[in-house]
């Protein structure tokens, strides 16, 4: 089944400790990326990736790291969380060439940092 | 600065009626999504449009390049159709295509 796989579901840390959010499609998607979602403020992009090795900023980029380095994965690091990077995550990928260049998203991760 | 507005924020209607949902966009973009999120959180990408007009089923998404609009119809709606729709617009970003925007979403409520 093509899908976009994230974990975890829901994680609850302490600010400072690290961490990482991990997404995987099993589609040969080159674009993926990594948004937020917050009460009032919407869904906002926070890095993408062209390809494996290829990846930009968003309009958040702010206190995270991304890496492509295979294409099914691109994982979201926190290094060093705070509080107001409470949210909850999407992962995302398409290909513009197939699936009319629809997105495909993650199930969502709730993350809160306390 | 790139913006993205929708309209309206809420929307009610009865089962049945026809729906209307707008997005316009301030600077010129490469393509268009419709986005539908239901209660539970998940996201659906509803179509991908960069010119003319997409269907599927009781779905119809349009968009003016010119006027940089789009819309989203649906058709004979059903409760079930309850959800927020979320449009987002892909920027050219240095020559990269991956920058999206998006809109705040609109929730439609469908009252039987």
Redesign the interface.
Known sequence: EAQVTQNPRYLITVTGKKLTVTCSQNMNHE?M?W?RQDP??????IY???NVEVT?K??VPEGYKVSRKEKRNFPLILESPSPNQTS?Y?C?S?S?DRE??????G??TQLSVL | KNEVEQSPQNLTAQEGEFITINCSYSVGIS?L?W?QQHPG?????L??LSSGK?KHGRLIATINIQEKHSSLHITASHPRDSAVY?C?AKWW?GG??????????TKLSVKP
């Open positions: 674009y990326s948004y009032g403020l919407g869904l906002r992009q993408y990736s062209m930009d968003g309009d909850l999407f995302a398409s513009p009319r260049g629809k997105l495909f998203f199930s969502g | 393509a999504h986005l959180g998940g996201i659906v990408s179509f991908m997409k979320i987002a970003n990269s295509q991956g920058n999206l925007i998006f809109g705040k979403g």
